[in-house]
């Protein structure tokens, strides 16, 4: 896309400018979190604009033990270096800050995950530092109701290296605001399958050790099924960070920055199997640059997830990220 270079999100019409830019210097529990996720079910189900409110958190380390955790559990080859998914991983308790703030227009409760982008500009390595910054982004409308984005900005150095932006829907909001949210991304016919994978049980489980998600969808069978689950889930960052490892390059920072883009369609039901789709090779010993794949289930019939990946233009043009707060508060160093 034109004009994908590392920028601030102020820059962006359609990123709201934080005139409360909240200083996070310590992580509430996962416990905690979740505790204030319950209580924004007291929230309205109504159409609201996106508040200019923003949580950053900085000198937040690449530690290389936590990476290496992440990279096995979800194929990573230890050549790729740091996975492109990482920062989101460290972005994620910013995110439920932001969806759990008083300021936030919507329940928790009722969200749907819709899709991921991921824009990273530059290698990022162990031992690096970064700086993270995580805000609301442009509504949509959708037929089930609200679309809203949650968009995290990583910066080494003032650059910005990394973008990550997350569309979630909640659902049962009537008068939606914003465009009509449309899926980029469609049924390739050409795609074949290239390999099944087992999902075990205990999967959830092992994700949210790592990830800090415990959401209970993902855990247990009868927590799951307090939540409309049959069985328990995989989270979605998960099946995103699969399929990539397996389409990606092995030498993924030698191929320079990327651009990626998933839209997940069906949960993964846990256990279970499910297979990897992509374009077949145009010769059996040459790995083809197949921007397009699948997660599908056993059947190969219904699809879990749609991605794509490009190299990324302009990327080499990153310019120091001003400041966008006019305004700034801190949170407590305690829960």
Not at 205 to 224: C, E, F, K, V
Request: contains cysteine; positive net charge; hydrophobic residues 40%.
């Amino acid at each position: 896309m034109p004009n994908d270079r590392p920028r601030d999100p102020s820059d962006s019409p359609n990123i709201a400018v934080a005139t409360q830019l909240k200083q996070v210097t310590y992580l509430p529990s996962p416990l905690h979190l979740y505790l204030r996720a319950l209580m924004t079910s007291r929230k309205p189900a109504r159409a609201q604009p996106m508040p200019p409110l923003a949580f950053e958190r900085r000198n937040v380390p690449l530690d290389g033990e936590d990476i290496a955790r992440y990279a096995r559990l979800c194929g990573f080859a230890q050549t790729m270096g740091v996975p492109p998914t990482w920062p989101h991983l460290l972005a994620f308790p910013l995110h439920m800050l932001l969806m759990t703030d008083r300021a936030f227009p919507f329940a928790m409760l009722g969200m749907v995950h819709l899709a991921n982008r991921i824009r990273q500009f530059a290698t990022l390595n162990v031992g690096d530092r970064l700086t993270l910054d995580v805000r609301c982004g442009p509504l949509s409308a959708h037929d089930k109701g609200q679309v809203f984005t949650v968009v995290t900005t990583a910066r080494r150095d003032d650059i910005v290296v990394w973008i990550g932006e997350s569309l979630y829907l909640r659902t049962g909001v009537r008068d939606a605001l914003g465009a009509p949210y449309q899926a980029q991304l469609s049924a390739d016919p050409s795609l074949t399958k290239v390999a099944t994978w087992p999902v075990p049980a205990d999967l959830g489980r092992q994700y949210a050790r790592i990830s800090g998600d415990y959401n209970p969808i993902h855990l247990w069978p009868l927590t799951a099924k307090l939540f409309g689950f049959a069985r328990p889930i995989i989270h979605g960052m998960w099946s995103f960070a699969r399929t990539l490892a397996a389409v990606l390059p092995e030498d993924v920072n030698a191929s320079g920055p990327v651009d990626l883009l998933v839209e997940f369609k069906t949960p993964v039901l846990l256990p279970g199997d499910v297979t990897f789709w992509r374009a077949p090779p145009a010769h059996p010993h040459v790995q083809p640059h197949a921007p397009h794949f699948e997660l599908r289930d056993a059947t190969g019939t219904v699809p879990h997830l749609r991605g794509r990946w490009q190299a990324l233009d302009g990327a080499s043009s990153a310019k120091p990220a001003s400041s966008s707060s006019s305004s700034q508060t801190h949170l407590p160093d305690q829960p």
